[in-house]
């Protein structure tokens, strides 16, 4: 204020200014159809404020002139008043001076800001987005501290004190500080009522909402980018909100826009190769990580995230390497755990196995084996599975034994490969000397990142011995199967299978085919539930042992279930129930019956590589087990293993 004048502060004198210019701001903005935080109801209410305290300076500073000068007749003698001024000049000398001072105070808050903007553009980017304020907010806090220094502070403070956005900002921050979130955000709201444009508002609102309206806060966001484009920590956020939305690509624009005005900032680079993680993009997310590490190589947190990638690559050597390296320069406990899990899946393992199966008809196997696992060698691991097969149906009893050698190839996250070759050796039985048969598997797997189609091929050769019939007549199964899965607008997945199986005895060659639709629908991460349809085919009967109608109709309802307790117990379920039709060769198709079938698998880790497994499988159709001896088939079958690594 000026002494001896009466009048508003230049704190105060801003607020006025920036009140009565409102109006045209907000009429401009409608012209441009721009959005806007305030309406005109807030503009005429901050106008008419506005103008009520002018009138009230110009009538005090008139009333002031009125009295000074009624005492100079009585105080003065009359020569003296001859040459005084006729006006009142009080009540426009308040306005004047306290405008004056503004502008002289403003003129040096933008020579000063030139002078130190290079190192206070470092310091803002430090603090980021919730430090780095707006240029309109640093130039009102720098009037402020320079007004400290030019007049009286008692009366300056004052007259802040007056303004809303202060104080709105002032309560927003206090509870920002204290952990009201609600409080904070509801003061941060009323301050972008006031002021629009206020970036350090928009970015704490957003902030605060981000988990509560997600929508709310990505609208923030980028308002926040708009007032503040220079900011490469207002596109990272831009990126973490869309991400929260499951919009990996707009994200990934998002977080390139931050690496342009920031490359070298380790929020953007860990943060781009974390959204390429989270979008199933794992091996270039491991580029990701790996680029930042050549230049920063005591990174801990980097190591550990690229030590999870690497085993989701089934890389679990080098995740070893990766989490040994983030354990070396900062030991922590969630690390070495990892750390542990690596080395177990990486290291040489035995898993001994016990199985066996009983059907409708009084058949059983009993299956006793084990398979020995070399150490991991990249993307490459090799194993060797033996056992020995019991086949009966209380009457015969034979059986086989199996040799075989396996391969597992990750080439990359997307891709899957699995080989295996071996011999199956029949026992001799009804007058047949043994037999030595060449058996073999081949599967590729390959998936689009992220949730996109997938691709599953399957080729095999093996002996068909669910019935001691079936394994006299050294019945060979040969199968080449596809199955394609396509997502449909994130809402639910296409899913089409299709077989071909040749099987061949000692008298003849049957072909089987098989063809299935399912519509699945994922409810949740860990739930899905599919309509199904199976249409089977014979090409003719046989009396090698095996059911094989002209024609199997399945239609069922499934429901796939996957979860994972505290302790890291893993529970599997798929469940179907639902009807069928069977047409016997050159006979009309029949009435519906039931179709049932259940597989579980029930994970249990007892120590870090030791890891108890247990399978159950049961079904009751024409195509159970895929070759059924009728049409009401049932069987069920249970394995139980235990894997231990060596180490």
Known sequence: ????????????????????????????????????????????????????????????????????????????PPHVLAGAHPGNVLRTAALVLSAATLAAVLLGVELLRLWVHRGAEKAARAERAGEAGSRQQIRRVAAIVLLALAADGTDTVAAQGTSALARRLARADSAFVAGDATRAAREYAAALAVDPENSRATYRLADLTKRRDPARALQLFRRYVTLEPSDAWGYMAVGDALVR???????????????????????????????????????????????????????????????????????????????????????????????????????????????????????????????????????????????????????????????????????????????????????????????????????????????????????????????????ANRVLRTELGATVELPVARVFKLRGIGRTVALSDSAEVNHRTMLAGMVAVPVTPSVEVSAQFHTIRFAHPTTAGYFAPRLVQVVQAGSYLEFETPRGILLVFDVGAGVQRVAEQGAAIGPWGRALRLYSLIVVPLAVGRDLRFEFDGEQSAFANEVATTAQWRYVSATLSLRWALQ
Do not use: C
């Open 1 to 76: 204020m000026t002494v001896g004048v009466p009048g508003t502060g230049i704190g105060g004198m801003f607020y006025l200014l920036s009140a009565l210019a409102m109006p045209l701001r907000q009429a401009y903005r409608w012209a441009r159809r721009r959005p806007s935080f305030a309406g005109w109801r807030v503009v005429a209410g901050q106008t008419v404020m506005a103008g009520a305290i002018l009138a009230a300076i110009w009538a005090t500073g008139w009333l002031v002139g009125i009295g000074i000068t009624a005492s100079a007749g009585i105080l003065r």
């Open 245 to 471: 939305s499951g919009n990996y690509g707009d994200a990934l624009r998002s977080y390139d826009d931050a690496l342009r005005l920031a490359p070298g900032e380790r929020d953007a680079v860990i943060g781009r190769a974390r959204v390429l993680a989270r979008a199933g993009r794992t091996d270039a997310a491991v580029a990701g990580y790996r680029q930042w590490l050549e230049a920063n190589p005591s990174d801990a947190e980097a190591w550990g995230e690229l030590g999870r990638q690497r085993l989701r690559q089934g890389r679990e050597r080098d995740a070893a390497l990766a989490f040994e390296r983030a354990q070396a320069i900062a030991p922590d406990p969630t690390v070495a755990r990892r750390l542990a899990v690596a080395r177990a899946a990486s290291a040489p393992a035995i898993t001994p196995l016990a199985s066996g199966t009983h059907d409708s008809d009084g058949n059983t196997t009993l299956r006793l084996g084990g398979t020995a696992e070399l150490a991991a060698s990249g993307p490459m691991r090799l194993g060797l599975t033996a056992s020995r097969t019991t086949i009966g149906d209380g009457v015969t009893t034979t059986g086989r034994h199996d040799l075989t050698v396996g391969a597992a190839w990750r080439p990359a996250a997307a891709w899957q490969v699995q080989a295996s070759g071996g011999a199956s050796r029949l026992d001799a039985v009804a007058g047949r000397t043994a037999t030595i048969l060449p058996t073999g598997q081949l599967r590729a797997r390959w998936r689009v990142p992220g949730a996109g189609p997938i691709v599953d091929l399957k080729a095999r050769r093996d002996v068909v011995d669910a019935t001691p019939l079936l394994a």
